[in-house]
């Protein structure tokens, strides 16, 4: 069964740093794109970062370039989302997903799997 799993979120101050991960089940990251994602409440899903096969291509929203970094595990067929300098504007339910090919995408709808989401929150 493919399954993706997030964990790392939580309550951090501003300012503060999150590691989130991104393990899958069932299936190899190799061959394909990962991508993270979030959703606040009341907002659309927005893409965050996102990976490609072979980690030598990695994109960024505006929103979080030179705080974030995405890199992949692929002999721990994981996926890591570094956040630092965390903002409160940063809160959201954080997902990740696996593409369909092998080309990093900030479009959702390149992504057929997800998976359940895990929270952060930036709040003193």
């Known amino acids: 069964q493919v399954q993706l799993v997030e964990s790392g979120g939580g309550l951090v101050q501003p300012g503060g740093s999150l590691r989130l991960s991104c393990t899958a089940s069932g299936f190899s990251l190799d061959p394909y794109a990962i991508g993270w994602f979030r959703q606040a409440p009341g907002k659309e899903r927005e893409g965050v970062s996102s990976?490609?096969?072979?980690?030598?291509?990695?994109l960024y929203a505006d929103s979080v370039k030179g705080r974030f970094t995405i890199s992949r595990d692929n002999a721990k067929n994981t996926v890591n989302l570094q956040m630092d300098s965390l903002k409160p504007e940063d809160t959201a339910v954080y997902y990740c997903?696996?593409?369909?090919?092998?080309?990093?995408?900030?479009?959702?709808?390149?992504?057929?799997?997800w998976g359940q989401g895990t929270q952060v929150t930036v709040s003193s």
């Open positions: 997903a696996r593409s369909r090919t092998v080309i990093a995408s900030m479009d959702p709808n390149r992504y057929n799997y």
């Open positions: 990976i490609s096969s072979s980690g030598s291509s990695k």
